[in-house]
């Protein structure tokens, strides 16, 4: 079996004498699409942040395509980064997507696109342009390389961030809640984009509330509940009869 692309250990985290992450393991393989499913609060974001080191976990170890997180704890616990252009290395193997699509507002949707690669990957802006309006068709959205942000709907301006995350040919794509705020018709639109990159072979970790999409396009489905994984497994397994009473509970709620 080849390197997980993901491979997490032990992962915890507190804010304050808040318990939020209790010690997660989490790995996935190329190919993998790992739903993340869990209540409002249970720490599903907070472990999203802390893969590519947004926040940083108390204790635990984090390899992403080969790449170590350079962390390390001083006496007190207190975590650290020991090697910042590890730090740059390891967030340039992911890319995230967020509810609130984050998109810099002051940029044309072409320049969000091209900013990573041209100023964090080094590529020259005439190629990363082209690359940009391939992913622009890709999204569908061919023909807005030139408006800003505030003139698109939620599901386009989430397809641009997609867009966006795609320029930089992640190894891992993280997507936290990335259909919750958008109108119920432009669901749709994200969900089957999402969906191919599923079906071309894309890493992918979402945390979704999106059920029937988390069953039919994931090779695992994860709870997460109280900042532990409660259960994990196929769809089939965690959709079928033989699921915890726990993670029914959770469905049926
Ligand atoms: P979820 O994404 O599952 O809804 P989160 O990971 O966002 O949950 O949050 C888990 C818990 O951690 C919540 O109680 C939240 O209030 C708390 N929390 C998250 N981020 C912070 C922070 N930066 N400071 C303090 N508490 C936080
Ligand atoms: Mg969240």
Redesign the pocket.
């Known amino acids: 079996m080849t390197a997980p692309v993901l491979h997490a250990r032990g992962i915890t985290k507190s804010?304050?004498p808040?318990a939020?992450l209790k010690g997660i393991d989490l790995d996935a393989h190329r190919g993998d699409v790992v739903s993340i499913l869990?209540?409002?609060?249970?720490?599903?974001?907070?472990?999203l942040r802390c893969l590519n080191l947004l926040?940083m976990p108390d204790a635990g170890t984090i390899e992403i395509a080969g790449i170590r997180a350079p962390l390390t704890h001083d006496r007190h616990g207190r975590a650290r980064i020991d090697n910042p252009r590890a730090l740059g290395v390891l967030r340039s193997k992911t890319a995230m997507v967020f509810q609130s699509f984050n998109l810099w507002s002051h940029m044309t949707v072409l320049d969000n696109i091209v900013a990573a690669p041209v100023h964090v990957h080094g590529l020259a802006r005439a190629a990363a342009i082209e690359r940009a309006h391939a992913l622009l068709e890709k999204v569908g959205m061919t023909g807005f390389a030139t408006h800003w942000p505030a003139q698109l709907s939620g599901g386009q301006q989430q397809r641009v961030a997609i867009a966006r995350a795609l320029a930089t040919d992640p190894d891992l794509m993280l997507f936290?809640e990335p259909t919750s705020a958008l109108d119920p018709e432009r669901v749709r639109e994200v969900l089957d984009l999402m969906r191919a990159l599923a079906d071309e072979g894309r890493t992918m970790l979402i945390?979704t509330h999106e059920m029937a999409f988390a069953r039919d396009v994931s090779s695992t489905i994860v709870h997460?509940r109280d900042g532990v994984i409660e259960s994990m497994g196929p769809p089939g397994v965690m959709f079928g009869a033989d699921a915890t009473a726990v993670f029914r509970g959770f469905l049926s709620a």
């Not at 869990?38 to 472990?47: R, V």
């Open positions: 804010f304050g808040r939020v869990g209540g409002s609060g249970s720490g599903k974001s907070t472990f926040e936290d945390v997460v």
